[in-house]
């Protein structure tokens, strides 16, 4: 379980005593899920502040007085320099490191509304690019990680070297923009404010959202039952059971008239070159025509057409629900528009938000999903794996809270 302490955001505004001059900070870890701060598998290999780079946990070596160090510079900065701040500041909290007091200037944020937020989730490299700056090539990425070669594994000089760089890198990002900033004061403090909230935003990645995991599966069997209900429905009404129904081109063929090729196996007859005479499974293809049931749409035909040569159409929910079907025909719409609906139920949430917890490897029943800045071009906040702003009613009720 990660600790959970609030920040203080008096001090973040308030400030402590400091020193008169900014400095750049950067962490390297290891790659599991693009070194994800609350993946447990993961580990911080090196932290780089002020012109120097501290191993941590890249070998064996102890590290406790270097986090002391790190943390007096850090009390110290007046301004701490990062890029993708939140990343850098979540592996120093899972290291012990507190950044209470600490002024934060996220120089990827920055550049995102410099550029008027054109250009979602910039590198480094990128931002660099754009003032002119050159930028060294990605020698660790090529070498080394794009090899399946962890962090661990890279030699400890290299390592130190990239990271270095990477502060070199930030700090001369930083100048440019405030060089750019200087007639622009308004614009200056709209990116300021904008980095208090990002200390505000990672407070709420690092606790994180408590998810009842075990519900969320016993709502998926449900799901899945019904599905699985709804598939024998619809194959009882066409008379067949190879129909993908998740196939748009199928559905559009059974509703508005078409041909579907199916294959299965099927023995057949075949003969040796000595003459004898067996029977082998070969794959049998099946056209089958099936005629119209329902009108489509006016406008919802679609640029491609069977290779019978029939027009195929939208099979989304929302046309479906547009039809004009009555009887029989309503009813395998309808079951249509409910398996469209279950499927995205039970893959993107019921089944999908537990097997998105298991996969980035959070602890069970912990939901730490990225609240992100710089990514929709209206500058307004979004977030992603998972996306926690749109869930429906009956998931939202799988949010438990931490303080009952």
Request: hydrophobic share 35%.
């Amino acid at each position: 379980m990660l600790e959970r302490n609030p920040i203080n955001l008096m001090s973040v505004f308030n400030g402590t005593a400091m020193t008169s001059y900014p400095i750049s900070y950067d962490v390297e870890t290891t790659t599991f899920q693009k070194g994800n701060p609350f993946s447990r598998q993961n580990r911080l290999c090196s932290i780089g502040i002020n012109k120097t780079v501290y191993n941590i946990e890249h070998d064996d070596s102890p590290y406790g007085n270097h986090l002391t160090n790190i943390q007096d510079t850090i009390d110290k900065a007046s301004l701490l320099v990062v890029f993708n701040g939140k990343f850098d500041l979540h592996w120093g909290r899972r290291y012990g490191l507190n950044f209470d007091s600490s002024r934060i200037w996220d120089c990827q944020l920055a550049q995102f509304i410099i550029e008027c937020q054109l250009r979602p989730m910039l590198s480094l490299a990128d931002s660099l690019e754009y003032w002119g700056l050159p930028s060294k090539p990605d020698y660790i990425a090529n070498t080394y990680w794009n090899k399946g070669i962890d962090t661990p594994d890279i030699p400890w000089k290299e390592l130190e070297e990239y990271n270095l760089s990477d502060l070199d890198n930030t700090m001369l990002l930083y100048q440019r923009q405030l060089e750019y900033l200087e007639d622009k004061p308004k614009l200056k403090h709209l990116i300021e404010l904008d980095c208090y909230d990002l200390k505000v935003l990672a407070e709420m990645e690092w606790n994180g959202l408590p998810y009842d995991t075990q519900e969320s599966l016993r709502l998926s069997k449900g799901c899945e039952d019904r599905i699985k209900a709804i598939y024998d429905d619809l194959n009882a009404v066409v008379g067949r059971d190879d129909v993908n129904w998740n196939s748009g081109d199928q559905v559009s063929s059974i509703l508005y008239g078409g041909t579907i090729s199916f294959s299965r196996k099927e023995l057949q007859p075949f003969t040796y070159k000595d003459g004898r005479q067996t029977l082998k499974l070969r794959n049998v293809i099946q056209e089958v025509t099936f005629p119209q049931l329902v009108a489509p749409l006016k406008g919802t035909e679609l640029k491609k057409k069977t290779k019978q040569g029939h027009i195929l159409y939208q099979t989304g929910a929302p046309v479906l629900s547009r039809l004009r079907a009555r009887g029989r025909i309503r009813h395998i719409v309808d079951l249509l528009i409910e398996l469209s609906d279950l499927e995205k139920m039970n893959g993107t949430y019921y089944k999908g938000i537990p097997a998105l917890i298991a996969e980035m490897d959070w602890p069970d029943g912990e939901i730490h999903g990225q609240l992100n800045q710089c990514v929709a071009i209206t500058g307004r906040l979004s977030s992603s794996k998972p996306n926690l702003q749109n869930n429906p009613p009956e998931v939202d009720l799988l949010f438990r809270s931490r303080y009952d």
